[in-house]
């Protein structure tokens, strides 16, 4: 039914917002029995692959347009590390209105490029890193009256909140722990907050401990300063001076969590495990938090028992290159029964 119409009395709309809607929300949250096992721990995912963009950007997308669209304004503008870029180009498209993106050149996955481009988006590559592209948007979004999107808008991290509001409609509480990947940290913020808004209207009563999870090549709040040089496989979380720094920071220490680095070798190795032992196909970034629950559990810092979810935020569809540099190829065979049964039989 879409996120307005499901959660609209927690949010700001009103008899004139225009119904935005790609359907998107009620992603499945997956129990991962392999996973579990490895860990010690009952592991759910939550997939948000499964948002009509492959990812949990459309959750605030909807609204942050919608607002745009109420308040007169008739184009919007965005910088991205790939998925805000593809979510803002899809939610524009429905709606006919233009979509400027500004992407850090040759470092956004090849999924989210082709997604912006079929959407329609005027895509601008800068010739610098995300934060940069960030700074030169919301110049021109001043410039221009252009709505901005990215998670500088309050409606993109009102909306995401809905995805605490899922979890705990489903478990019926919230987890032990919620772990989440890290990039410019409106996530873990509106997670936060969507958990507490529960807590405060009675269907809670007990809020989760925050844990944070950054590429070690671009980890500003783990480290705790600016990351001038941002460098990870993980493209989406590749950022270095993130603008919600300080709401991360206070769902962090008022939930008494913690942020942790995991770095690309461990990023990968999860990315992996999930795919092979729990059937979900996850992007880089999203795999952060699988990571850094392996860490912990090798560091002996993992409670046994405990329920966790983890966010998996985008699609593995999104990002085949890296994907495709860490497997094997295909077995190739002539087309004939012999050459079947060799490889069935594993000669
Ligand atoms: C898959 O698209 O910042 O901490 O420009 O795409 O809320 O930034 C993406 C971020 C995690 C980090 N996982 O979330 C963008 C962008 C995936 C992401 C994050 C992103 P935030």
């Not at 004139?16 to 029995?33: A, C, D, M, S």
């Not at 944070?212 to 090549?217: I, K, L, R, S």
Request: charged share 20%; with cysteine; glycine share 10%.
């Amino acid at each position: 039914m879409g996120v307005m119409k499901h959660y609209r009395e927690l949010l700001p709309v009103t008899d004139k917002t225009p119904e935005v809607n790609l359907e998107e929300g009620n992603t499945p949250l997956i129990y991962l029995p392999r996973v579990s096992s490895r860990l010690g721990i009952k592991l759910y995912g939550k997939f948000e692959g499964c948002n009509p963009s492959g990812s949990f950007k459309d959750r605030g997308m909807f609204l942050a347009v919608a607002k745009a669209l109420e308040d007169g304004k008739r184009a919007v503008i965005c910088a991205s590390t790939g998925n805000t870029s593809a979510s803002a180009a899809a939610y524009a498209a429905s709606q006919g209105i233009p979509c400027f993106v500004l992407l850090p050149a040759g470092k956004v996955a090849l999924g989210k490029l082709a997604q912006a481009l079929m959407y329609g988006a005027k895509v601008i590559a800068v010739k610098g890193n995300f934060d940069r592209a960030l700074e030169l948007a919301r110049e021109g979004a001043e410039k221009t009256g252009c709505a901005m999107v990215n998670s500088v808008n309050p409606y993109r991290l009102i909306g995401q909140r809905s995805g605490a509001w899922e979890i705990c409609d489903v478990l019926g509480k919230a987890p032990d722990w919620h772990a989440i990947p890290v990039g410019n940290a409106g996530n873990i913020s509106a997670y936060w907050a969507g958990y507490n808004e529960y807590k405060r209207i009675g269907k809670i009563d007990k809020l989760p401990r925050m844990m944070g999870f950054q590429a070690e090549g671009a980890a500003p709040l783990v480290y705790n300063r600016p990351c001038p040089n941002p460098e990870t496989v993980a493209t989406a979380i590749r950022i270095g001076n993130p603008v919600s720094a300080h709401l991360a920071r206070a769902a962090v220490s008022e939930s008494g969590g913690e942020f942790n680095a995991v770095t690309d070798e461990q990023i990968l190795e999860a990315q992996r495990i999930l795919a092979a032992e729990g059937g979900v196909f996850a992007e880089p970034a999203s795999c952060a938090p699988l990571a850094g629950l392996l860490k912990l559990q090798r560091a002996g810092k993992l409670p046994e028992g405990i329920t966790v979810t983890m966010i998996l935020t985008g699609n593995g569809l999104k990002d085949p290159d890296t994907a495709m540099s860490q497997v094997g190829r295909p077995t190739e065979i002539n087309d004939n029964l012999e050459d079947l049964m060799r490889v069935l039989e594993g000669k």
